[in-house]
């Protein structure tokens, strides 16, 4: 008996039927969310000035728009921003992506006297101020046309003792209305109101205190205009760098709707808007303000550039492109201390004349090119990094088209230049002495060459040496890498066992202090009234602090030093004898467990 046949169209349907299903998981499992908006914000109270640092904590947003609520806006993710004034702020923040927008707020307070009194007020609205000393007078501004209607007034904040005075000032300077009544009143609201101005132009609000009162005040000006419709706008930056964020504040005037081409087909409807550009390039914003039939129009110039450098690699060409002449791209690298680097900078424009800095850390110039390479390009050649850090390349024109595309090359030998250097130890430097020498040579050196100076020669990076018999000894290593070899060299002085002895004036003689109680005798021939100088020096490689004396005819102290000639050198300047006779010269160590080393001692008269 065979098993029911299917039939294949009852696969199919059966295959549809589950492909129905999973459909909707597939697509909302590939369509994205819209984002979800949130911050903080710290601190939240403070005293003018006052600087509050704003963290996004949205989730799914790719642009971030922030009103700081004081006219101040930012496009950045997590900004920081000072208030200047007094007041309660309340800070929004917008967040969008492809599948839509979200907004959340949060409120600042800030207490004190306004950090920044006086400023320009547009089209109305509140400002706040404070008369700190009785001489003390707050200055706004504002644009107004001729038969525009003002109100003014100033009313002082709360438990503040100010009566406050409001001037208003016209173009041409003169005063054109004020405040002030005749006496004291005990009324913290000084107002001009419903005055029609006579001209256009710039007016100016004074604000101060009567009868030698101070506070902070709160400023309202009220503009109502009757004359046709202006549209005014300004971007928060006229220069950004792709993708960037761009926000608009809106200064026209009568209008009551409003439409802004942004030239790259973007559009809006919003009073001040905030749009991102996406690709690189000069962009005419326009913006038309309308009441009714009635409209202004109003347009201004904003640059995206598509690159601004970055990480420059090594060995491998990079693009740049110049957006407009005074643009300037930086490119980084690291380099290490006696590393080589050549830079070229090519031109792909023949018009363009490329021009570029070499930048060290701490923002110094180590070089500059303008047509060291072919035709009017920029060469730096074999230059050698003085020390290691993180360097940048500043690519500029000194003339370009509009926009200007290069190409960069940086390439780094990476074998450093040997600079020898020793680190010089021994328990004594009286013969027999054992010497160690560690190598601190910088460069990465592959090779060692020592010469001890007595005949005797070694090779490796840190070595120990022998010396059995005393002397002078001028000791000598070449250390090398593929790239160069470097030298050091050092006077070496090994003394004798019996340290002191016989010295006369004016001469030179060496020892060393060779373990716990060794105290070095010299012996001085000497008369009364003979002035004497007697000085000793540590060697460079020994680790000890000499004490010097010296001793009369009959063994009773005359002089002693520890460290009058300069550091931890022993000087007795300027003696005089007190007799005839041999005067002994003792040299010892501060610290008898400690002091090892040696030393040269010096007699004059």
């Given amino acids: 008996m065979h098993p029911p046949r299917v039939s294949r169209y009852a696969v199919i349907i059966a295959l549809y039927g589950l492909l129905m299903l999973l459909l909707p998981a597939v697509a909302g499992a590939q369509a994205q969310d819209p984002p979800l908006a949130s911050f903080t914000l710290e601190p939240e109270l403070g005293t003018v000035p006052h600087t509050v640092r704003f963290t996004d904590t949205s989730q799914g947003a790719e642009t971030w728009s922030w009103d700081f609520g004081d006219g101040a806006t930012s496009g950045d993710q997590h900004p920081q921003h000072m208030y200047v004034r007094p007041g309660r ?7 969008c992506n492809p599948a839509g927008c979200d907004s959340a707020s949060a409120g600042v307070s800030v207490e004190g006297l306004d950090a920044l009194d006086g400023g320009q ?3 109305g609205g509140t400002v706040y101020g404070a008369i700190n000393d009785v001489t003390d007078v707050d200055r706004w501004s504002f644009e107004a046309e001729e038969g525009d209607v003002v109100t003014i007034v100033a009313d002082a904040a709360a438990g503040s003792f100010l009566e406050t005075a409001v001037r208003l000032f016209g173009p041409d300077g003169e005063v054109v209305a004020a405040s002030e ?10 107002e001009i109101s419903d005055l029609r101005l006579p001209a256009s132009g710039t007016y100016a609000i004074e604000t101060s205190g009567r009868f030698g009162t101070t506070g902070a005040y709160e400023l309202t000006l009220t503009l109502r205009s009757t004359t046709a419709v202006s549209a005014s706008f300004d971007p928060a930056s006229d220069i950004g760098v792709a993708p960037a964020v761009i926000a608009f504040q ?7 709707s409003y439409h802004w081409d942004f030239g790259d087909g973007g559009t809006s409807e919003s009073i001040n808007p905030v749009h991102r550009y996406d690709a690189g390039g000069v962009y005419e914003i326009g913006l038309t303000a309308c009441r009714g039939e009635e409209c202004g129009e109003a347009t201004q110039t904003v640059v995206i550039e598509a690159s601004d450098g970055g990480s420059l690699p090594d060995g491998v060409p990079v693009t740049g492109r110049l957006d407009y002449e005074q643009d300037v791209d930086l490119w980084t690298f690291y380099a290490s201390h006696g590393t080589e680097v050549t830079i070229e900078l090519v031109a792909v424009d023949e018009a363009f004349d490329p021009r570029m800095f070499l930048i060290g850390p701490g923002d110094r110039v180590f070089a500059f090119d303008d047509d060291s390479g072919v035709g009017l390009n920029s060469l730096i050649d074999a230059f050698t990094i003085p020390f290691a850090g993180t360097y940048a390349i500043e690519v500029g024109a000194f003339s370009a088209p509009e926009p200007a595309d290069y190409e960069l090359l940086l390439r780094i030998d990476r074998e450093p230049i040997v600079q020898a250097s020793v680190d010089v130890f021994a328990l004594g430097f009286t013969a027999p002495a054992e010497v160690f020498f560690t190598d601190t040579s910088r460069g990465s050196p592959t090779s060692h060459r020592w010469d001890f100076g007595d005949g005797s020669s070694g090779t490796g990076g840190s070595v120990s040496h022998r010396y059995e018999e005393p002397g002078r000894f001028v000791v000598r290593l070449e250390t090398c890498n593929i790239r160069s070899c470097g030298e050091w060299t050092v006077l070496l002085r090994i003394a004798a066992e019996d340290d002191g002895g016989a010295i006369a004036l004016n001469q030179t003689a060496f020892g060393a202090i060779n373990g716990p109680g060794d105290v070095d005798e ?13 000085g000793v020096r540590a060697d460079d490689f020994s680790f000890f602090d000499p004490v010097l004396e010296l001793l009369g005819p009959d063994g009773a102290l005359v002089a ?13 300047a ?27 001692i010096e007699v004059s008269g």
């Fill in 181 to 190: 009544p005749f006496g004291f009143d005990f009324t913290s609201l000084a």
């Fill in 89 to 95: 702020f309340t800070i929004e923040l917008e967040v």
């Fill in 522 to 534: 010299w012996l001085l021939e000497g008369t009364a009234g003979l002035v004497v100088t007697i």
């Fill in 560 to 572: 002693l030093d520890d460290d009058s000639g300069g550091a931890l050198q022993p000087l007795l």
């Fill in 121 to 123: 007020i547009f089209d």
């Fill in 250 to 256: 809106n200064h026209s005037r009568n209008a009551t």
């Fill in 574 to 600: 300027d003696v005089i004898l007190p007799a005839d006779g041999t005067y002994t010269i003792r040299v010892r160590g501060f610290n008898d467990a400690l002091d090892i080393g040696a030393y040269r």
